[in-house]
């Protein structure tokens, strides 16, 4: 892999050596790329824009995502790439560059955790940390090929790490390789896992409506070539008057919590923005506190709906993404198309606080495509033994 490839995913002010972990643990003798929005003690970090990079001092302590990768042994190698404040699912970053996508070459490679997925596709890591707020681990694992993994809200703990909209922000990780994808799960998730016997398999057919045609049936066919290791299918539907609602609700309540959480700091400093990003923080001081109250209520009901459908057991089937990656040079139009796209099928596990994996289920005209599966609260670990049972049949696509 040419060395363009593997610099593009991360930060100009990246680790000047690798941080070494344990000498023994669960993780010892692999490498890990770290999403730039995790502290490191000793080293600023900057969510993706120079601006807070420079307003603040260098990190006093690891965040726990780090310190609990250090204690199972991993190396951390390197600070990837991340859109800007993560309000992005392109990957495209304004002031740093786009990393490029090692598996689809001038493509984006899909955001926030944009380094993240770059770095681990193109083998310069075993795994990446991410994070995933509205797709940001998923979107890029799968333009990139790569298992993704976003954990029921809650079971990673974020201690350390910059947040964006608490109300769904999760922890996440990407990698090539299944079982050490596994791993990963067994290390940074808590305790609170809802083990339960996996019987039951709901394909959402309206959001497999969302997808391309072509997206929709490569992926339906997958499905069927998986089937041997599968509970019977059967179809069915989850949001009952459409996606729009919840996405709308969604955008709302992340726009309300992410100026609370940077709006005094954009006031005050003035930072600079890329586009697309400059406009959803506008967008984003606008929200009122009752229309973020009546999305809130949105949301419960969404969540108590979903939850109801998604039952220990029961896991439901759909497209990662819509299409495959658009073109690098996309102009931001198309690029802000491409988001609402993506939000209709990302917002079904963020309203419900659900995890959800995503498999490389193989390539269509050249570019990775990604099958997800959302399962129960807790279900994490089930859904992290469903993407290794499956890796006979995708590989590591």
């Not at 681990?120 to 694992?141: E, H, Q, Y």
């Not at 989850?238 to 609700?249: K, L, Q, S, T, V």
Request: aromatic share 8%; net charge negative.
């Amino acid at each position: 892999m040419p060395t363009e490839t593997f610099r593009s995913a991360f930060v100009p002010h990246d680790l000047a050596a690798p941080v070494t972990g344990a000498p023994t643990g669960p993780l010892a003798g692999l490498s890990v790329a770290v999403k730039d929005m995790y502290d490191i003690a000793g080293e600023r970090t900057g969510g993706g824009n120079p601006d807070w990079l420079a307003a603040h001092p260098p990190a006093t302590a690891h965040s726990a995502v780090v310190a609990k990768l250090l204690a199972a042994g991993a190396t951390i190698t390197g600070k990837t790439v991340c859109d800007e404040f993560f309000f992005s699912v392109a990957g495209v970053n304004a002031h740093y560059g786009t990393p490029l996508n090692p598996r689809a070459p001038g493509r984006i490679p899909g955001g926030s955790s944009s380094g993240s997925a770059s770095a681990a596709s193109a083998g310069a890591c075993d795994v990446a940390i991410g994070s995933d707020t509205g797709g940001s681990v998923r979107v890029p694992s799968a333009f990139c090929g790569l298992y993704g993994m976003r954990p029921t809200h809650g079971r990673v703990d974020m201690t350390g790490a910059m947040a964006m909209a608490p109300s769904f922000d999760v922890g996440g990780w990407m990698s090539t390789a299944p079982g050490v994808f596994r791993a990963l799960g067994r290390v940074l998730l808590d305790h609170h896992a809802a083990p339960a016997r996996l019987d039951k398999l709901i394909v959402l057919d309206d959001a497999f409506a969302q997808s391309d045609d072509a997206v929709a049936s490569f992926l339906q066919d997958a499905l069927d070539g998986m089937s041997g290791a599968l509970p019977a299918m059967t179809h069915g539907a989850i949001a009952p008057d459409g996606f729009d609602p919840w996405r709308e609700a969604f955008r709302l309540i992340q726009g309300r919590e992410i100026w609370k959480v940077y709006g005094h700091f954009i006031e005050t400093k003035r930072p600079r923005f890329g586009p697309g990003v400059r406009e959803r923080l506008e967008f984003a001081s606008t929200v009122t506190e009752k229309a973020a109250d009546e999305a809130y209520a949105v949301k419960a009901a969404a969540l108590a709906w979903i939850r109801s459908v998604a039952k220990p057991g029961t896991v439901l089937v759909l497209p990662t993404v819509p299409c495959i990656a658009p073109h690098a040079d996309a102009p931001q139009e198309l690029l802000e198309s491409f988001r609402v796209r993506v939000m209709r099928l990302t917002v079904t596990a963020g309203m419900a606080g659900l995890p959800q994996v995503t498999i490389p289920a193989g390539t269509l005209d050249g570019c990775p495509i990604g099958l997800s599966f959302i399962g129960w609260p807790g279900a994490d670990e089930a859904l992290l033994e469903l993407a290794v049972r499956l890796a006979r049949f995708v590989g590591a696509a």
